[in-house]
């Protein structure tokens, strides 16, 4: 390439130009952090060290001297919901959005960060009204996440489903809690007075869509026995007793550790339409193959009265064995004491006090009768689908506590 006489003065120039920028930025940074209070470095060096109350002191200086300083605001009012001060971060918020010549955008992040606050500190309705302001704006995906769980908490099942809908329209991503929310409107509408059916099968219709999308996952498996149950619940109401018999059948093959929540009911399908038999088969056989106490509890009820206390006894020594349980234990005296005739019970003289021993044994198997959450650990007597403690779905197993390994 031939070498031309001119870059002798272009390259030089480019130099000078590039020195005199650089400095000229140096220069304002220099003088931008002398502007800076010394409150300032001292509140980062506390958030570092991880004292958020002195870094909150330090900032609440700065914020007084220059009371401009937006995301010195936005940093004061997240420390204090992060302490729990939502007073105070909630006029920190306002004092944002009382000034008038707050950029648009700035705007929109402290309404959304109000609407944070208002749903920290329990205030749902100011909370829903702050997170509807921000729908149309880049925090819309947050809002409508937010909105989600105040309508859940409040039990508005409708504006739930509507508000996931929205959800989806934003994101692509699977919301499992959309089958529990169509169920709970199935639920309330065969709670009705009279029982609202067709809205209810309308409602578990919507459920089998939501399902479908979560087919093949364990979450998936614990939806579709939900919906089934429900089913049978309506098949029940219109006095069909086989086709609830085969709703809740097929419960056993889609979740069978949720056998012990319909065994009872399954049994008396059974019974209704005249093949106690059968129903004992099937539910002895789907015991051995997946133990649960409460299916223990039918079966051993069940063949007690149909095959007789020998055969019955020698099926609850083996499950015994096999799955050692105080509880089981427990609620078989209970069945043996119920009969009244304790003279047929093997290996135990007609003196024997089982009402003492099955109070003894019940005084320690209470603790042990108890669903438990595997998120916060709340205990419950009864099968929730929702935790009443954390409010997560799916969290509790349908196993108590001593058959939890």
């Not at 026995?225 to 093959?253: F, G």
């Not at 089982?354 to 007597?381: M, P, W």
């Not at 935790?387 to 058959?403: F, V």
Request: charged residues 25%; glycine residues 4%; aromatic residues 8%.
């Amino acid at each position: 390439m031939d070498f031309e006489p001119w870059w002798l003065i272009v390259v030089p120039v480019l130099f000078a130009l590039g020195w005199i920028a650089a400095r000229v930025d140096i220069r304002q940074m220099l003088s931008e952090t002398r502007a800076l209070p010394d409150s300032y470095f001292k509140g980062l060096n506390f958030i570092l060290n991880e004292e958020p109350d002195r870094a909150i002191d330090a900032f609440v200086e700065v914020a007084k001297l220059d009371p401009e300083t937006t995301e010195l605001h936005f940093a004061l009012g997240s420390l204090f919901r992060r302490r729990g001060e939502m007073e105070r971060a909630i006029r920190v918020h306002q004092s944002l959005l009382a000034r008038s010549d707050l950029p648009q955008a700035e705007r929109e992040h402290a309404q959304h960060e109000i609407a944070q606050d208002f749903l920290k500190a329990g205030m749902l309705d100011r909370a829903e009204q702050a997170f509807q302001n921000v729908l149309d704006t880049r925090f819309a995906v947050q809002a409508v996440r937010a909105l989600i769980r105040i309508y859940e908490s409040e039990h508005d099942w409708p504006r739930a489903i509507e508000a996931v809908k929205r959800l989806r329209a934003l994101v692509d991503e699977p919301v499992p809690q959309l089958v529990h929310y169509q169920c709970e409107q199935a639920q309330t509408a065969l709670g009705a007075r009279p029982p609202n059916l067709q809205e209810a099968e309308a409602a578990l219709d919507a459920a089998d869509n939501a399902a479908a999308a979560l087919r093949g996952q364990a979450r998936g498996q614990a939806s579709e026995a939900r919906i089934a149950m429900l089913r049978a619940a309506v098949a029940k109401l219109r006095n069909n007793p086989e086709q609830q018999r085969a709703y809740l059948e097929s419960v056993l093959s889609i979740a069978p550790e949720y056998a012990g929540l319909v065994a009872g009911e399954l049994f008396e399908c059974y019974r209704t339409i005249g093949r106690p038999e059968e129903g004992l088969a099937t539910l002895k056989n789907h015991y051995l193959r997946h133990p649960t106490l409460d299916t223990f509890n039918v079966v051993f009820r069940e063949m007690r009265a149909q095959q007789g206390h020998d055969t019955a006894w020698e099926f609850a020594r083996d499950a015994l064995r096999a799955h050692p349980s105080l509880l089981g234990l427990d609620r078989l005296l209970e069945i043996e004491l119920a009969t009244g005739d304790r003279s047929t019970l093997p290996n135990v003289t007609p003196d024997a006090d089982l009402s003492l021993l099955r109070s003894l044994i019940h005084k320690h198997t209470q603790r042990l009768d108890r669903y438990s959450c595997n998120v916060c650990g709340f205990e419950a007597r009864h099968f929730y689908w929702q935790c009443p403690g954390c409010n997560s779905w799916e969290t509790y197993k349908p196993l108590r506590l001593e058959e939890i390994k």
